[in-house]
């Protein structure tokens, strides 16, 4: 007779909305009825690099609200940006010190309140002033994980002048047309400057008319060289595990991940240099979420058991210096530099252009692929 | 659609209506009444959107802020004109902003293509269906269907599964020693674009032709035959016309929603299979630029319309010019 009384109930206006929900629920219409902000709200919503949403990389968050954030995937940080200009809510973005700055422009960003990470006290010094991290003189992004972009190849398919002398001119040139792979971001241009013999602190911040030359001479031919751009780093696994792609811009853990698979890899130091990028977690302004959930991934994003996990399985550095000290040592070993500060050295570290600078060169390179055909 | 142009044809040719008979309003009202569930959902998922569409693509973005003042200067962007030449596939653009011009250009192209192979792949089809089956035919149909018993986005990834490097086609001929290395042309490019787009359509074409032949009145066959004709004279002066109406309503129900297309050209198209979809999405996300993403899809929106007009009107003009010879 429950039912009944539900019914006369229900009449009588006395169902609370809790007992409503459990009762539409019972018939599997509970959540598409109701808007979900009325149901159990998202404890944490995160935009995330496709990967890092696996919950491995926040087991102590996970072990405190037992369920994984509310994520969204994004393939660079620009298209993050305008999803949330565009009235996304989210609360936490994993941005780049070379990204974090356009954040901030917008408005979106709120400081971090240092002491309330735990494990700040064991970030490398270097990462804790580092500008990005830093910006007006704000902390407004936690650096988390670094690693290098540089040249996966299959040393058995490229030809033995490229093993001998590794260059980022594999990607422009016309041999490996079909064969090789870039990241689908407008450094394909500032690149083949730096083949050209220029400074990447020359080009990373290149304007007007002479960026449109250099995207019609440099950009088109990396567009002609690539059998594709990619735009997750998935895809270009498995192009490269079948010997599709020979060579292509990439992070560490492709490399990782296809020597686990017993794919013959490696990673190039090229003559024009490697890139260097730390990135970390920044909160947003836009999101709903208690702020106490915010810092709690943070936390558990900067805990060392998440680093030794970069460490082991992508290769990847990571902010925590007491990481490095669990991880495993073959794994370190592996890495070659674990030191941030020797790796920034030794490498190039991406800059952030200004503003107008970075849209101007996001809106050429995208008119520029629209026109290939 | 077709039936509608028709019926807006032959309504002009009927002379005045009359709006003020009474017996007439209380169906009009009626009609509403029944319409008006659907009309409702029209107008909150379709009108309202579209109307923001509108609004939006006056408005300029500068940088993070979007600023509200009315302008054209979106439109402009599209068409104004510039010294500087483009040159693109043999044709050369005098403009500022030559890119949404090309990629209309070329999507226009690529979905005219996709749907005369759907029409070439689903008229045989259909004829067999209609002409052919006499038994169980309703397991055909179902059997036709089959396909959309899977996501499009599955359908889609699953031609990069034959097309691709090491796929079906490549490891086929490989293996039958054809060719030595895998063929690179089948994937990421245009044509891989096109291909994907008519396999995925035809099953959609096969019901609105097969449901045009299945109407035509056998008796004329037979008395085409009887008169003398051969077969391929009675299918061209009997059949073929008779089953336009059907076959024209497919080409349209596959050129229109393919033009603007996203997910094949991203999936299959490589750099070089970009339409204007792809570049709309580009203008709403990464470009930051939703005013000009509005403005160049409300302009694909206005030439694929006029182009469905002026395709419709030519055809109603033939069909009056065939009458008035009959």
């Known amino acids: 007779m429950q039912r009944h009384k539900f019914v006369d109930r229900m009449y009588q206006g006395k169902v609370s909305r809790r007992e409503m929900m459990k009762a539409a629920g019972a018939f599997g219409v509970g959540t598409a009825m109701l808007p979900r902000m009325a149901t159990a709200a998202d404890i944490l919503t995160c935009l995330e690099w496709g990967g890092y949403d696996d919950p491995s990389y926040y087991q102590p968050f996970m072990a405190k609200y037992g369920e994984a954030p509310n994520f969204s995937i994004f393939a660079g940080e620009e298209e993050a940006l305008a999803k949330v200009l565009a009235g996304f809510a989210a609360d936490v973005m994993h941005p780049c010190n070379y990204s974090v700055g356009r954040f901030v422009s917008a408005g979106l960003t709120v400081p971090i309140d240092t002491g309330r990470l735990t494990h700040w006290d064991d970030i490398f010094p270097v990462l804790k002033s580092a500008q990005g991290v830093v910006v007006n003189g704000d902390v407004v992004m936690a650096p988390a994980d670094w690693g290098n972009s540089s040249i996966a190849y299959r040393p058995d398919l490229v030809e033995p002048d490229f093993l001998e002398d590794p260059s980022w001119s594999i990607l422009y040139d016309d041999r490996y047309a079909g064969r090789v792979s870039t990241l689908d971001n407008e450094l394909v241009v500032q690149i083949g400057l ?173 008119d520029l692929k629209a026109l290939q055909f | 659609m077709v039936e509608v142009a028709d019926t807006a044809v032959r309504a002009g040719l009927s002379g005045p209506r009359h709006p003020a008979d009474p017996a007439r309003r209380r169906e009009a009202r009626a009609g509403y009444g029944l319409m008006s569930p659907a009309l409702l959902l029209m107008v909150a998922v379709l009108a309202l959107p579209l109307a923001a569409l509108i609004v939006l693509s006056f408005w300029t973005q500068s940088g993070f802020t979007l600023d509200r003042t009315f302008t054209l200067a979106n439109y402009w962007r599209l068409i104004a004109p510039s010294d500087r030449e483009v040159e693109w596939m043999g044709l050369t653009f005098r403009l500022a902003y030559p890119v949404p011009a090309i990629l209309i250009i070329k999507s226009l192209v690529m979905s005219l293509t996709a749907t005369v192979a759907v029409i070439l792949l689903a008229y045989p089809m259909a004829y067999f269906l209609a002409f052919r089956v006499h038994r169980n035919k309703a397991a055909w149909i179902i059997l036709l269907t089959v396909p959309f018993w899977t996501s499009y986005l599955l359908r889609v990834f699953s031609w990069k599964v034959v097309l691709g490097y090491n796929g079906a086609i490549n490891s086929g001929l490989m293996s039958l020693g054809i060719i030595d290395a895998p063929l690179e042309f089948l994937l990421y490019n245009p044509a891989a674009v096109t291909i994907t787009l008519a396999h995925s359509w035809v099953s959609f074409i096969v019901l609105p032709i097969y449901v045009s032949l299945e109407k035509i009145d056998r008796s004329m066959l037979e008395a085409a035959s009887d008169l003398g004709d051969s077969k391929w004279k009675r299918f061209r002066r009997i059949t073929l016309p008779l089953s336009m109406p059907g076959t024209i309503s497919a080409a349209l129900l596959v050129f229109i929603p393919t033009v603007g297309d996203y997910v094949t050209p991203e999936l299959v198209g490589g750099p070089g299979g970009t339409m204007i979809g792809s570049l709309v999405q580009q203008l709403f996300t990464k470009q930051n630029n939703a005013p000009l993403g509005a403005a160049v899809s409300l302009v694909m929106m206005l030439i694929i319309g006029a182009m469905v007009l002026i395709f419709l009107t030519l055809i109603g003009y033939w069909r009056m010019r065939a009458r008035r010879a009959a």
């Open chain 1, 194 to 366: 730096m083949v050209a013999g220029q400074k990447y602190e020359d080009v990373y911040d290149m304007t007007g008319p002479e960026f449109e030359a250099a995207a019609q001479e440099w950009g088109k031919k990396g567009l002609d060289t690539a059998r594709f751009l990619w735009t997750d780093a998935t895809t270009l696994q498995q192009a490269m595990a079948s010997g599709e792609i020979v060579a292509a811009y990439a992070w560490n853990d492709l490399v990782g991940n296809l020597r686990n698979e017993g794919v013959p890899i490696a990673y190039a130091n090229p003559k024009e240099g490697m890139f260097t990028w730390f990135c970390g977690l920044t909160l947003l302004n836009t999101g709903s979420a208690d702020d106490a959930a915010a810092y709690d991934f943070l936390d558990a994003w900067l805990a060392p058991e998440t680093g030794k996990l970069l460490i082991d399985e992508s290769g990847y550095g990571h902010a925590n210096m007491k990481s490095f000290d669990i991880a495993d040592p073959a794994a370190v070993e592996n890495m070659g530099l674990t030191d941030p500060v020797a790796m920034m050295e030794t490498s190039l570290i991406f800059l952030t252009p200004p503003d107008a600078v970075q849209e101007e060169q996001t809106r050429i390179w995208e």
